[in-house]
């Protein structure tokens, strides 16, 4: 199949960007967005021209690295699923599609394909550890955790950190991400034993950086690890408690 595709230029954070067209033959509907891209890169490489910049590691849905924006959508057309797994099949032949960067404010475009998802770092740095000291716990296997509540703790733990929900809100939000990772600490018993301080500091950090709620839902559309929208409750709650049990 053959695409034409119009693809977000942009030299650094100081420059204004643009679209740039290129066409390309060949391709198989099998074939996942980012290993079009590795094609086009080649052929421009071959062509002596600069190749697009754009992230990527594991192109297995677990590292979060790859999001880009595909015809307006974070990730691309196939709802819940990674920029890396999207198929060309998505797309009928001859069509055109439209690449860009992961659009947020707190997302600043550093090259092409490249942003700077660094603040979704900083909230994580600012308590979505566990800092207990070594000795002063349990075994982690010495309080039995109900089946039922590993399970949920698990679906919020399932967030891999890539920024669509940031992407999709339209302002800008990260309260499905900084839900999801306070919320999968506190359902265990030993994490949970700082869930007041994670709460105040991770909050903090969150609203430092990123919009608040919508509420538009389009965070848990774009989600490739389907987050559940009840992270979002969870957030508010820990928020309300850590102000009446405060522990800092
Ligand atoms: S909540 Fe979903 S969309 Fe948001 S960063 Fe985590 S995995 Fe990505
Ligand atoms: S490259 Fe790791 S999730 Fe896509």
Excluded at 203 to 223: H, K, N, R, T
Aim: glycine residues 10%.
């Amino acid at each position: 199949m053959k695409l034409t595709l119009q693809i977000w230029r942009q030299a650094g954070d100081t420059d204004s960007g643009h679209y740039e067209t290129f066409e390309v033959d060949q391709l198989d509907a099998g074939m996942s967005i980012l290993e079009m891209l590795d094609r086009l890169n080649e052929q421009l490489l071959h062509e002596g021209k600069e190749a697009i910049a754009y992230d990527s590691e594991c192109r297995e849905s677990i590292c979060g690295t790859c999001g880009i924006n595909v015809n307006g959508r974070p990730h691309g057309p196939q709802p819940h699923v990674t920029s890396c797994m999207q198929r060309l099949r998505s797309f009928h032949d001859g069509a055109t599609v439209r690449i860009e960067p992961l659009r947020a404010g707190a997302f600043p475009v550093k090259k092409d394909l490249v942003t700077d998802r660094g603040g979704l770092d900083r909230i994580i740095a600012a308590g979505g550890t566990v800092s207990l000291m070594a000795g002063t716990a349990p075994d982690s296997d010495a309080i039995s955790v109900g089946h039922d509540q590993v399970e949920r703790a698990l679906d919020f733990a399932a967030c891999i950190g890539c920024g669509a929900c940031v992407s999709a809100c339209p302002n800008g939000a990260a309260v499905l991400f900084t839900g999801a990772k306070i919320t999968h600490l506190t359902m265990l018993p030993i994490p949970a034993i700082e869930r007041n301080e994670r709460a105040t500091y991770m909050v903090a950090a969150m609203e430092d950086e990123f919009g608040p709620c919508s509420l538009y839902g389009e965070c848990v559309l774009v989600c490739p690890q389907n987050v559940p929208l009840s992270a979002i409750g969870s957030l508010n709650k820990e928020r309300l408690r850590s102000l009446f049990h405060p522990r800092i």
